[in-house]
């Protein structure tokens, strides 16, 4: 980390390289951003170089800006790495947004550009795909963004009540007929209190023209879906998502693979969990220089992408070749592995064929404790086994080169 040839830019483009060589020309991948803020504030003492790092979005805490663009097969389900990575400070004592009256200012010269800038550069990087849709927070909903899209699809959720040429957004959905209902399985989140469920979701959708008052008049056609959850357990919040698509949305079902599409966004949050939380916990270490803290983060990314990359295989019934992610000499590895911890039966033993990636899931999976008769193992079981099979791994290789 210390490495002064070592760069920022050049594990990024690592990170990079690794996501666009699994691309395969006339798939469609989903490109999911979001933001998250590393915090090193505890660490501020140990700091002795901090010139990378600044303060985040209290105005006082030492850390940086991640965002970060997770790119995920759409059909498949299979988690390909990374298209885009920003990385960025605020200078502590700096202006106010009304100070520097941020309203007013071009886009690109807000930090909101990141969410543009991520998309045009992921187009560049995966150009060789067939189609791709970014999707997006309701921090993602800016005009410039629509009126700036180029070729790749958008999905984002809507943060306010848009105008419209005609109306108001939240308005013209709710006067759309329910077009059919699905039960979609929420993921429980400690840290929002929220018990997983099958939700009841109620759906309607529009095609709509937005009307921003920023892109003078200008109309942007896209198609809107509201999904709402009905009768909601006691104290828990009633999902409620209004999406805004660039793809066109004309029956119940496609509005329905729209939305099922949005809930993969819940794949960078899980990212998230695993390089600040009970995973990495990158906020947690003590090294000595801000470059490389950020170094360090980007590396538990890739590690975290990974790990996604197996929690998303263990749910596809299709399954998904294990040669693009592990070299000839780690799945001789695992094969050993493997075969320790199969047991007589055949419910103990491993029966997704080897070639597969389900089946290193497996493998992974019991070695961060998951047992067969449990249900699918989670991300920080997998994460575990991850670090397991790393560790094994190693001395593996030294055998390799040095017992004969």
């Keep these: 980390m210390r490495n002064e040839r070592m760069e920022i830019s050049h594990l990024k483009e690592y990170l990079y390289q690794d996501c666009e060589r699994q691309i395969e020309a006339g798939k469609h991948y989903l490109v999911i951003q979001d933001t998250t803020q590393p915090n090193f504030e505890r660490n501020r003492s140990n700091i002795v170089q901090s010139e990378d790092l600044g303060v985040i979005g209290d105005g006082k805490s030492l850390g940086f800006f991640l965002h970060p663009s997770l790119?995920?097969?759409?059909?498949?389900?299979?988690?390909?790495?990374?298209?885009?990575?920003?990385?960025?400070?605020?200078?502590?004592?700096?202006?106010?947004?009304?100070?520097?009256?941020?309203?007013?200012?071009?886009?690109?010269?807000?930090?909101?550009?990141?969410?543009?800038?991520?998309?045009?550069?992921?187009?560049?990087?995966?150009?060789?795909?067939?189609?791709?849709?970014?999707?997006?927070?309701?921090?993602?909903?800016?005009?410039?963004?629509?009126?700036?899209?180029?070729?790749?699809?958008?999905?984002?959720?809507?943060?306010?009540?848009?105008?419209?040429?005609?109306?108001?957004?939240?308005d013209n959905l709710a006067f759309q007929e329910k077009s059919g209902s699905f039960k979609l399985v929420v993921t429980g989140d400690l840290r929002k209190q929220r018990q997983k469920r099958e939700a009841m979701i109620e759906v309607r959708f529009s095609e709509v023209e937005l009307s921003p008052q920023k892109l003078g008049g200008k109309v942007i056609k896209v198609c809107a879906i509201e999904a709402r959850e009905q009768n909601p357990p006691a104290g828990e919040t009633a999902i409620l998502w209004r999406l805004l698509t660039t793809h066109e949305v004309s029956s119940f079902e496609s509005a329905c693979q729209i939305i099922k599409w949005y809930a993969m966004r819940w794949n960078i949050e899980q990212i998230f969990r695993i390089i600040k939380q009970k995973g990495l916990a990158v906020e947690e270490s003590d090294l000595e220089t801000g470059?490389?803290?950020?170094?360090?983060?980007?590396?538990?990314?890739?590690?975290?992408?990974?790990?996604?990359?197996?929690?998303?295989?263990?749910?596809?019934?299709?399954?998904?070749?294990?040669?693009?992610?592990?070299?000839?000499?780690?799945?001789?590895?695992?094969?050993?592995i493997c075969q320790k911890y199969e047991g007589n039966t055949q419910r103990q033993k491993n029966n997704y064929p080897k070639d597969s990636l389900q089946w290193c899931y497996w493998v992974v999976a019991r070695l961060g404790g998951w047992k067969p008769q449990e249900k699918q193992a989670g991300v920080i079981t997998l994460f575990r086994g991850w670090n397991e099979f790393k560790k094994i791994y190693s001395g593996w290789e030294l055998a390799l080169k040095f017992v004969s």
């Excluded at 187009?123 to 009126?147: C, M, N, P, V």
């Excluded at 990974?306 to 998303?312: E, G, N, Q, S």
């Design 71 to 170: 790119v995920i097969e759409a059909d498949g389900g299979r988690c390909l790495g990374f298209s885009d990575l920003q990385t960025w400070v605020r200078e502590a004592g700096g202006l106010s947004k009304k100070e520097r009256k941020y309203q007013a200012l071009p886009i690109e010269k807000k930090e909101s550009m990141r969410w543009l800038k991520a998309h045009q550069n992921s187009q560049k990087r995966l150009s060789q795909a067939g189609k791709l849709t970014t999707i997006a927070d309701r921090e993602g909903d800016i005009s410039e963004l629509f009126d700036q899209r180029g070729k790749t699809d958008l999905l984002i959720r809507s943060r306010d009540n848009r105008n419209l040429s005609k109306g108001k957004l939240y």
């Design 291 to 336: 470059k490389g803290l950020i170094l360090m983060t980007l590396m538990a990314l890739f590690t975290a992408s990974k790990v996604i990359l197996l929690h998303l295989s263990s749910k596809e019934e299709k399954l998904q070749p294990i040669k693009q992610t592990f070299t000839k000499e780690e799945r001789e590895c695992l094969q050993m």
